[in-house]
């Protein structure tokens, strides 16, 4: 079985920081891609950040400049770091990973969703 694991989040003010984390554990063979996605009230999930496992990321337009996203391969661990917030970046944050387990299956595991909300 594999789980991803998020943390941080919270609240923060326009302008203000965060970082999230996002560790996968369980029986791993190899993680390839791990993302990013968020949810915002009333809309649809879009991706944010995305990262191989070689370190080569791609980032949605609207975030591009302000949030880093980063991984530690020895840790099955992605962050995603987010500076300049501003209120319309207030969503449910998930992280995705795409998995190959011991036993040869590859899949896409989800992240349970940690709430980051920007607000004065």
């Known amino acids: 079985q594999v789980q991803l694991v998020e943390s941080g989040g919270g609240l923060a003010q326009p302008g203000g920081s965060l970082g999230l984390s996002c560790a996968a554990s369980?029986?791993?063979?190899?993680?390839?891609?791990m993302s990013w996605y968020r949810q915002g009230p009333d809309q649809q999930r879009e991706l944010v950040a995305q990262?191989?496992?070689?370190?080569?990321?791609n980032y949605a337009v609207s975030v591009k400049g302000r949030f880093t996203i980063s991984r530690d391969n020895n840790k099955n661990t992605v962050y995603l770091q987010m500076n300049d917030l501003k209120p319309e970046d207030t969503a449910v944050y998930y992280c995705r990973a795409d998995i190959l387990s011991l036993r040869r299956d590859f899949s896409t595991y989800w992240g349970q969703g940690t709430q980051v909300t920007v607000s004065s």
């Open positions: 990262i191989t496992d070689g370190g080569v990321t």
């Open positions: 369980g029986s791993i063979l190899r993680t390839d891609f």
